[in-house]
């Protein structure tokens, strides 16, 4: 990564940050919700700790990012310098990777089947740590991307606290790019309200208003805040 994120002044992602965070508080006050209920996930994937670092310097606490191993090179350091810091896991996890993951994340967002279910479980009785879990809902059924499609859903809620023991704390998704949102965001607001779940997280940078007004909790937020990738 070369040109693109050298000439990015840290001014410009902080202007952007606090533009987006006005735009997350405009958006829960318009749906008649408290803004302190929607948490911005700013998602650094991809992006160097020279430009995440003012980001945490100017308060942003929670983090998302894609994949393990790049969060195990990219966050040790920046970890010494915040004591509160909250780091998501919003990529595929393997089983192999699952150690890695509880030890390092405060949420993992991406359970979606039973090998990561045990693997998660096995490794939160052997660390004693416990990461919040979301189970990622592939709404838009499609075939190359993650998550339990919605009408296995609830069996697989009922898998994972009955067989694993595991608490799960509420509902990923990912739309299709070139669906209308907002369908996928309804979908997944009946699932986690059947299932009596109370996280939600939802919305990304070109739609996170929408999914704020359809009930997020939480929105991941990375290209509005950092620029392009
Ligand atoms: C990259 C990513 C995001 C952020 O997407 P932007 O469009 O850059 O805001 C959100 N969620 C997941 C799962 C991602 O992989």
Known sequence: MTSQHDTKSP???LDRLAEVRERIA?????????PKD???????KTFPISEIMPVLEA?????????VQ?????????????????LHLIGPLQSNKARDAVAFFDVIETVDRDKIARAIADEI??????????????????PQKAGVLPEVADAFLETCRK?????????????????????????????????????????MSGD??????????????GSAIFGAR
């Not at 929607?38 to 650094?44: A, D, F, I, N």
């Not at 790049?70 to 010494?80: D, Q, R, V």
């Not at 509902?171 to 109370?198: E, K």
């Not at 996170?208 to 937020?221: K, M, N, P, S």
């Open 59 to 67: 308060g942003q606490l929670v983090f998302g990012e894609n994949r």
């Open 11 to 13: 001014a410009t992602t």
């Open 38 to 44: 929607v948490t911005l996930v700013c998602v650094s």
């Open 125 to 142: 009785q052997r660390c004693g740590r416990h990461p919040r879990l979301l189970v990622q809902v592939n709404t838009g059924a499609e």
């Open 163 to 203: 067989t694993y023991g595991l608490e799960i704390a509420g509902l990923m998704c990912i739309p299709p790019v070139n669906d209308q949102a907002s369908p996928h965001f309804a979908l997944l607001n009946r699932i986690a309200a059947r299932n009596g779940l109370t996280m939600l997280s939802m919305g």
């Open 208 to 221: 996170f208003e929408l999914a704020i007004q359809l009930g997020a909790t939480h929105v991941r937020v």
């Open 70 to 86: 790049e969060a195990l090179e990219k966050w040790p350091s920046l970890k010494a310098g915040a004591s509160h810091l909250e």
């Open 26 to 34: 405009r958006a829960a006050r318009d749906a008649g919700r408290d």
